[in-house]
């Protein structure tokens, strides 16, 4: 019923940019967050940024000062604007939603981000 479509992963050198989209369609249903997960290589899937439904957020310490995660309800897509990125940085992000009913997580596709020089 819901459904993902992500966008913006890319090839970046250090230091460069990118905006990661995640647009939501289907049933509509009581949206508790929304956020980005990412999963590096060799290691677990961890959030990276979220949003919740009154607007705040929350930020890993690695990308606080760099990511910011938005949204823009008209459109039911959720953005992340990542800058200054790193070699680090490189991953497969994944968009979350959490449903109010059980509490459900529903995932993206993931997008690939590279950081490389």
């Known amino acids: 019923q819901v459904q993902f479509v992500e966008s913006g992963g890319a090839l970046v050198q250090p230091g460069g940019s990118l905006r990661l989209s995640c647009e939501v369609s289907?049933?509509?249903?009581?949206?508790?967050?929304m956020g980005w997960y990412r999963q590096a290589p060799g290691k677990e899937r961890v959030l990276v940024a979220g949003i919740t439904v009154t607007g705040s957020t929350n930020y890993a310490d690695s990308v606080r000062d760099r990511f910011t995660i938005s949204r823009d309800n008209a459109k039911n897509t959720l953005y992340l604007q990542m800058s200054s990125l790193k070699v680090e940085d490189t991953a497969i992000y994944y968009c979350?939603?959490?449903?109010?009913?059980?509490?459900?997580?529903?995932w993206g596709q993931g997008t690939q981000v590279t950081v490389s020089s």
């Open positions: 979350n939603l959490m449903a109010a009913n059980m509490r459900k997580n529903y």
């Open positions: 289907g049933t509509i249903f009581r949206i508790l967050a």
